[in-house]
């Protein structure tokens, strides 16, 4: 065979910006595992390197917001939370919602922090708003021993409420990774979004009844109020552990606008994808 039959044999390989809702590949992601799986451990090694308290951290912050909202909005505003003591009422949506504005945070800035990996290697770019999501949950376990403690305190034993669980904790991740995609992929060409994070973060925690109950909404907002999925997680966390009943006005429009964030986040995120190299 001569070398230009050789040639001609060789198989020709186009690779094609992904267009339309077909752009969110899972199967590419399913094939780049081992990468990120390595993206999450390196990610978790990160959290800690170089600390002192190490794991402690992920403790002693949820704990410091516990105090200090116990003190301002149990005792100094004394607001209404019925028979639960403000501390359990607090620390329940309190662990959550740390979670959640925590790996919103990191995930937003993934593409910036890794920005020297974009113009080099090809790998699903979505790994970048995706891992440090993952990575949070180590923290997110560890802050549940604060959690147990002051259930323990309190005397509280969760009953069937723990059903909802399995329901809440994916909907807990869908959040910050859908809002991860969506401003990861704003902050690598508009660098305001880094300065205007953390006062949108600030922001967000009175949209969401962690430090009240959603019951101090009006009657006729809480539709409106329902639409911020975090309200369904963190009423859903109350009612799960405090043996509340369901929320279901809560829970069933975030079940939809919870999965819309996500879809939402990752398709933006794919079509802005093509231009991250040229803005770096």
Known sequence: MSPNESADRRAAITIEPPTGWQSIDLRELRDYRDLFLFLVWRNIKVLYAQTVLGAGWALLNPLLQIIIF???????????????????????????????????TQSSQSLVAGQGMLGKIYFP???????????KLLDFAISLLLLLAVLITYQVVPGQGLLLLPLLLPLMIMIPMGL??????????????????????RMLIYAAPVLYPASAIPSHWQLLYALNPMVGVIEGFRAALLNLPPPWWA??????TGPLLLLSGAHYFRRMERVFADVI
Do not use: C, H, Q
């Open 70 to 104: 116990t003190i301002i909005f149990g005792r100094v505003a004394a607001i209404d939370t019925g028979d639960i003591p403000y501390v359990l009422f607090s620390t329940v949506a309190v662990i959550p919602w740390t979670y959640m504005s925590e790996a919103m």
């Open 125 to 135: 770019r979505l790994l970048f708003p995706i891992t440090p999501v993952l990575a």
């Open 251 to 256: 829970l069933l429009p975030a079940l939809v």
């Open 180 to 201: 991860g995609m969506w401003l990861s992929a704003l902050a690598i060409r508009f660098r305001d979004v880094k300065f205007a994070l953390p006062f949108g973060v």
